[in-house]
Every structure is written in structure tokens, then in C-alpha cells.
């Protein structure tokens, strides 16, 4: 039987019979297991070779939900209200119902409202929250396709519910309210000017770390098999003439390169297709024998920073 459907009975059960299955969001893909269980959410771990340290994203159906899980201060309420549903997750103190397995010990829970119909519709049938991080091996790029998670995860996920093509492409913006300030853990499609419009208090980003203490911060985190550099893309094409060389680009074709190597992400220039479709390419040219992936600083505005987050990156592996 195939291990990719519309079939939500079947997803219901499995979930129910603490088993994963993968569930479409707006974002990327998420390997999901009842978040109230212990027995399964370690099945998350292991599935994806994910160490214990890294805590997991909790998903619920509805902002009215989430005071099950967690406290919510007004803040963060006015933040739920604006950007839920949505590619938006807020890290809040947890109640105890929320193990330690989900949030590695700490005392905050992330917690997301996702914006896929059928992943709604799952949610309602089910009496328990979803862990999910996104269902990709430890590491590896976030998958935007059922497809994907089949190709990274095979054996390891008993069912993987189609919804499409992730809309967004991008993971959550990932937030934290904290003594009137607003802590920016991770970039994504709801954006720090956004946040700072509706609550009136300032956005500071965490700096990058390469300790798992900060969200979604990891070093080898989103990277592809093949290297990747970022950097003056024509000047770089010189440098890199005797490999076998793919570019991605925001809209700019280079001449003098063949078809097949360049992967120019938005020819009309709209950020929200680069970014719904930068790693569905990434996956595709490590399907290839090139040698070095090239690209280029995006925009520094809307998701063009939430690209160029997930390029730097998939750079910062090549200098370990
Ligand atoms: O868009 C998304 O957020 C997707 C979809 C599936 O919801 N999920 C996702 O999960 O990207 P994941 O696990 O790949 O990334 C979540 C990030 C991780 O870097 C993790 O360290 C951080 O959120 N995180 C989760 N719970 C946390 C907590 N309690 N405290 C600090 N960071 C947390
Ligand atoms: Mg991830």
C-alpha cells in the first residue's frame, strides 16, 4: 500500500498508535507523533537521527488551544492573534503536561498554529497536540513535497499525508516576548518589521550559535550534500571554471553558462516564489554530480532574509 495519501482515518490512527506520520504545512513538511506521548515523540528522534538536545515544536489547531499547553502572556497573545494560522511559532513558559523530552529540558515550549487545510483537519480529529519538527534526516534540507520526506525518510515514517507543495517554502519565524522586547530566534515569512508594527516594542535577533541552547540556530543546519559558496557570482564562475559548477539566483540569468546548471528561482523577481521554491532546487542539483552549488546575497527585505539565513547556513558546513 502506499505510504503517501490523502487518507486522514489512516494518519488519525497511526498517530493514535503512537506511530509518525508526516504532515503537510504551509512551511515545510513536518515528521509528526502525539505530543503527548513520550513513546512516540522519542520515535521522532530517532527517525530523523535528531539528538535529544534539539526540542521540538508542538502543533495545535487553534490559538484558543494553545493555554492548554503553555502560558501566554497578552503579548504574546496579540502576536498569536495577528500571525496564527501561520508560518509563525512562539516559544512560551510550558505547563506541565508538555514533557521534557519535547522541550530538551528547557522550560519554554514552541508552540505553532499551521495554515494547511488538511493538516487542520487532522488536528481536529485528534484529542492531542502534534510534535513536529520538520521531516527531513538531522541536517538535511527541509522537505516542501511528500515526496521529499519519502526520499529522506523512507523506512522510517509509516505515512505521509499529501498536501501539495508547501506554500511558504520557508520554516517558521520563531519568536520569544521577553522583558518588553521581542527575541527574533529564527527568520522566516512573518517578519521583525511586522512583529515591531503590531506590538510597538523592539525585535533584537539571536545571534548565530553553535550551541543548540538557541532556536533554530544550528550550524549544519538546511545544508545540501554539495558545497555551496555564496558570494559575486560572476567573479566566482571564473574562480570555479574547471568544476562542474550549479548557480542559483534570485532573477538573473548569467550568460555563457549552460541551461541546465543555472537555477534562477523567480524571473519576475517575487521573493515569495524564490523562497516557496529554493529547497525544492537545492535537493535537485544534490541530485546531480556537480561540484560546487554557487549563489548570491537575495534582497534584504520580506523573505529574501529568510533565504539568505538558510544560504549562510548551508554555507557555514563547507568552513568546519
Ligand atoms: O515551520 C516550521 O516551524 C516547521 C513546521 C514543520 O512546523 N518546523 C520546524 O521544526 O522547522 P524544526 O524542529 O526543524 O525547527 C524548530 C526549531 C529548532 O531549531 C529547535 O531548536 C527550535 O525550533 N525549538 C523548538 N522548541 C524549542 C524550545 N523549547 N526552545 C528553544 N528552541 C526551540
Ligand atoms: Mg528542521
Known sequence: ?????????????????????????????????????????????????????????VHVVDVASISKYAELDPISLQLAEAFM???FTLLLPKKPIISDLITAGSSKVAIRVPNQIITTKLLMLLTFPLA???ANPSGYVSPTTAQHVL??????????????QSEVGLES???????????????GAVSAEQIEKLTGLKVVVKEHSEKPESAGQMKSHYATKTPLYRGDIAQMIK???????AIITFNKVYEG??????????????LN???????????????????????????DEGLGRAINDRLGRAQEINKL
Open 1 to 57: 500500500m502506499s505510504q503517501i495519501g490523502e487518507n486522514l482515518l489512516k494518519a488519525t490512527t497511526l498517530l493514535e498508535s503512537d506511530e509518525l506520520v508526516a504532515i503537510p504545512t504551509e512551511t515545510v513538511y513536518g515528521l509528526a507523533a502525539n505530543a503527548l506521548s513520550d513513546t512516540a515523540v522519542i520515535k521522532i528522534f530517532e527517525a530523523k537521527n535528531r539528538p535529544t538536545f534539539n526540542p521540538l515544536i
Open 239 to 245: 574562480e570555479y571554471e574547471d568544476k562542474n559548477i
Open 151 to 164: 526520499d529522506g525518510l523512507k523506512n522510517k515514517v509509516s505515512y505521509i499525508l499529501d498536501g501539495g
Open 173 to 187: 519565524t520563531i519568536v520569544e516576548v521577553s522583558n518588553k522586547e521581542i527575541i527574533l530566534h529564527r527568520t
Open 85 to 87: 494560522p501561520g508560518p
Open 273 to 299: 516564489e524564490a523562497a516557496k521554491h529554493l529547497f525544492e532546487v537545492m535537493r535537485c542539483i544534490d541530485e546531480f554530480q556537480f561540484d560546487v552549488i554557487i549563489t548570491e546575497l537575495f534582497p
Open 132 to 134: 513536529a519538527p520538520s
Open 257 to 270: 553558462l549552460k541551461k541546465g546548471h543555472q537555477y534562477v528561482l523567480s524571473p519576475n523577481g517575487d
